[in-house]
């Protein structure tokens, strides 16, 4: 291949701005899906993004090229590798739900007799640890919701901010976890100078700061509020809903997570934990073999947590195929790099304090646009925030602990534009304005990523091999 053709641009029949039509399609179909249907699967944004492409192909001048820049984009060093963790990842996150987790916070808060706003605290740390293990928000709201909400009913919790400490800790391990899609899709997005993409677990270790912080000042305010309008009830259900046994089930996470920040690779900390985590389980009686792996005859398939936690993630792998594929065409039309020039030509984007700011805007605008689905918005302004940092020296790491916090913070909240209000507000009946009133981790991870940004808390600069400085590498002449 010759250096014209390898800078040649993908050209729409117009300017490069129709290459956005795939973008404009894909968010009107979220749109309609949110706030429309208030339906909610990865499949039908997979299949969402999968028409936003076909279709867009047709303002090309080269349906051909149209796609030869979608493949291009989705056979992505960030896109595979995406891919891949995602389906390990979902072996553990469908492991830590067979074992029932949650019932092991509900015998802990009954034993300890916590009731009202201290029964809302303990519930926010709970749903932190649940979400932190399975590495998905989804999947630790739908567990946690049908326990923990009933339970505080009874307990005398306030309705909208017993709500809001569930969605708030599912935020929380969505933004943390090492497991978590945001999690691998931030790091992924953000490149060192050598062009490998920033290291899960180096990632996770430095934005522990961040998210201490605001789940601490987020903690205070459930326990000082979390009783209002509460009312304790005299019963005996919460004691059906316990089980003691699968708190054990935290070894195996707590040492996944070890591995996996020690080592800083993934796929040894969740083999770790998958090894483990069913040694665990086995012996204490919380699953049977059989829901390990088996064989049904009588369907001719095979089944177990394993299985299904692969194909759990078909979806949202799906997803992102679709949208790396997006990004590739808006690559090769120049669209984002004309998107970075002009953030970087700003006025605002001209220091890196500056050229923080201007991404927090970014991400919250297109967390909004895609209702809150944090994982599109990571991936889809990623690499825009990846170009706009490395222009500033700006660490990998940083730059992805920006983009994962701002994005799982007060952006993915709004009401009736949130997936997390929306899944909330279906599953208590509150109204969605409750719902995002009470998730107060929203707010306050924000504020403390906007006081990050504003005092230079944090922030570290790469240095040529890439390692963490605390001031700009001095340029070469």
């Known amino acids: 291949m010759n250096e014209n053709t390898q800078n040649k641009r993908l050209e729409f029949r117009g300017s490069m701005f129709l290459s956005l039509i795939p973008v404009a399609i894909f968010f009107a179909f979220c749109a309609v899906m949110f706030i429309g249907l208030k339906a909610f699967n990865m499949e039908a ?3 969402a993004g999968f028409v936003a492409l076909l279709i867009g192909g047709a303002f090309a001048k080269s349906y051909t090229e149209f796609w030869d820049a979608a493949i291009k984009g989705i056979s992505s060093i960030a896109s595979v590798s995406v891919i891949v963790i995602f389906f390990v990842i979902g072996m553990f996150s469908a492991l830590m739900k067979e074992s029932g987790l949650s019932g092991g916070f509900v015998w802990l808060a009954n034993k300890i007799g916590v009731q009202g706003g201290v029964f809302v605290g303990f519930v926010f740390l709970a749903t932190c640890v649940m979400s932190t293990a399975t590495g998905s928000s989804i999947g630790t709201m739908f567990s946690a919701f049908p326990i923990f909400y009933p339970a505080g009913i009874i307990l005398g919790s306030s309705p909208m901010f017993l709500a809001g400490a569930i969605v708030s800790g599912a935020i929380f391990g969505d933004n943390l976890a090492p497991i978590s899609d ?4 931030s790091a992924s997005t953000q490149l060192f100078k050598n062009g490998r993409p920033a290291d899960v677990g180096g990632c996770v270790r430095s934005r522990l700061r961040y998210s201490i912080a605001g789940s601490a000042i987020a903690f205070v305010l459930f326990v000082l509020l979390g009783g209002r309008g509460g009312v304790v009830a005299e019963t005996t259900q919460i004691a059906e809903l316990s089980n003691p046994k699968s ?18 690779n993934i ?16 012996a204490l009686g919380l699953f049977p073999l059989s829901a390990v792996f088996a064989n049904d005859p009588s369907h001719n398939e095979i089944t177990g947590f394993l299985v299904k936690g692969v194909s759990s993630m078909l979806g949202t792998v799906g997803l992102v195929i679709a949208v790396f594929g997006i990004m590739g065409v808006i690559t090769e039309a120049g669209m984002l790099d004309y998107l970075v020039e002009k953030i970087l030509g700003s006025k605002l984007a001209q220091t890196p304090r500056g050229a923080e700011i201007a991404s927090i805007i970014g991400i919250s605008l297109t967390d909004i646009i895609f209702g809150g689905v944090s994982s599109v918005c990571i991936l889809t302004f990623g690499p825009v925030l990846n170009k706009i940092g490395g222009a500033h020296d700006i660490h990998p790491y940083r730059r992805a602990n920006l983009l994962d916090a701002v994005a799982n913070s007060l952006p993915a909240c709004i009401p009736f534009m949130s997936v997390f209000v929306f899944i909330g507000s ?11 009133g009470g998730t107060l981790y929203a707010y306050t991870l924000f504020l403390v990523m906007c006081y990050a940004v504003a005092t230079g808390w944090g922030r570290r600069y790469e240095g040529e091999n890439g390692e963490e400085l605390k001031e700009p590498p001095v340029k070469k002449a």
């Open 267 to 282: 796929f040894l900390g969740l083999f770790v934990g998958l090894v483990l985590g069913i040694g665990t389980g086995l």
């Open 247 to 264: 708190l054990f089930m935290l070894i195996p996470v707590v040492v996944m997570l070890i591995v996996a920040t020690k080592s800083r």
């Open 182 to 185: 945001t999690t691998i899709a």
């Open 426 to 436: 279906a599953l208590t009946g509150l109204s969605p304005l409750e719902v995002a």
């Open 45 to 47: 944004l997979a299949m």
